[in-house]
């Protein structure tokens, strides 16, 4: 099983990286626009990016979103964005652990706390594990196996409905949920892989006692064009091709999630390109914002390219709350959106 999971992950690495695999769907973000305030009443050098997870001061409300591990292709991907968010102050996820649950000798292309020792960093499993034969064993192992603050469970229903091999049972996952998250060491976050979480299935995980909501919504990777192009049939890439369009837009379900949970932090993830892109969903809602694709083509070159990628969205996300006078991130979640003409 360790082997063809592993193959599974070499795939998603090599067709993220040579295809097309955008969804059909926008992420919501480019129909918004700030209003510009034109006497903004701050030193730019005065602004302040940081902000407050799960009891940790970050230095910037960026994620580097989970992606992978598992190869030693995946191994390189990952400690070169571990430096790079190490230096920047940022969060970190990693990709499913299950390969290395199920072969040990695996463990080592996650294992990067060693490079980051201060970073806010995810473990991550596949929710629907739990109707495989996963539990809180394995859940803490892979905690364990990164020295984690958090554990991401994500959720691929559709992925794995048109994936080759994929697990389908979803069944009964609510209540297994439940019991992990009273069972593990850290909080729990709940994650979508891009296709949304909308807010009656937000608010029945954090009623199960999930503490942060990862909406990862349509607009960005969608992961049946990647699994369309890792068919080795015909007919199953055209049913995973279908779904190119399918999801809530990531714009979209941050603003509900938040409107209908205030008080529950938020990552928001999907579709966001820039560093307006992250103030964008700062201001609907959202605590951090993630990215993937971009730090998965930069990481794939160079630890320098990721960082420079973190520069350049932080940098922009600084001049756009200069642009709107927004001193700190409470106040640019006062800071006005409007329709794009």
């Known amino acids: 099983m360790s082997k063809v999971t592993a193959e599974r992950k070499a795939d998603h690495i090599r067709v993220n990286l040579e295809q097309d695999v955008n969804s059909g769907l926008i992420s919501g973000f480019q129909s918004l626009r700030f ?14 990016l940081s902000q407050e997870l799960l009891g940790r001061r970050l230095a910037a409300p960026l994620l580097i979103s989970s992606m992978t591990g598992g190869t030693p292709q995946a191994g390189e991907i990952n400690r070169n964005l571990a430096v790079a968010a190490q230096n920047a102050g940022i969060a970190m996820g990693l990709g499913s652990q299950r390969v290395a649950i ?5 463990a080592g292309t996650f294992n990067v706390r060693g490079l980051a020792p201060d970073v806010l960093l995810f473990a991550n499993l596949g929710a629907v594990q739990l109707n495989y034969g996963y539990g809180a064993d394995e859940a803490q192992r892979a905690i364990d196996m990164i020295e984690a603050d958090a554990l991401v469970l994500h959720l691929n229903p559709l992925q794995e409905a048109v994936q080759m091999e994929g697990d389908t049972n979803f069944g009964g996952l609510l209540a297994k949920i439940e019991d992990l998250v009273a069972s593990v060491t850290v909080p729990v976050i709940a994650k979508e892989v891009g296709w949304g979480i909308s807010a009656s299935v937000a608010t029945r995980l954090v009623e199960a006692g999930v503490a942060v909501i990862d909406i990862a919504g349509a607009g960005g990777t969608s992961w049946s064009q990647v699994e369309m192009h890792r068919a ?8 995973a091709s279908r779904f190119v369009d399918w999801g809530i837009p990531t714009a979209e379900a941050v603003r509900e999630v938040h409107a209908a949970l205030p ?17 964008k969903s700062i201001a609907l809602g959202a605590r951090l914002g993630g990215m993937a694709g971009p730090f ?16 350049d969205t932080l940098r922009e996300l600084r001049v756009c709350m200069f642009a709107t006078g927004s001193r700190d991130l409470d106040s640019l979640r006062s800071a006005k959106l409007l329709p794009q003409a």
């Open 102 to 106: 199920e072969d040990a000798a695996l």
């Open 232 to 239: 080795a049939e015909q007919r199953q890439a055209e049913l």
């Open 35 to 48: 209003e510009h305030n034109a006497l903004p009443e701050l030193d730019l050098d005065e602004i302040d």
């Open 296 to 311: 998965l083509r930069a990481a794939a070159e160079s630890t320098d390219h990721v960082s420079e990628l973190v520069e």
């Open 263 to 279: 008080e529950v932090p938020i990552i928001a993830s999907g579709g966001l390109r820039t560093g307006i892109d992250l103030a």
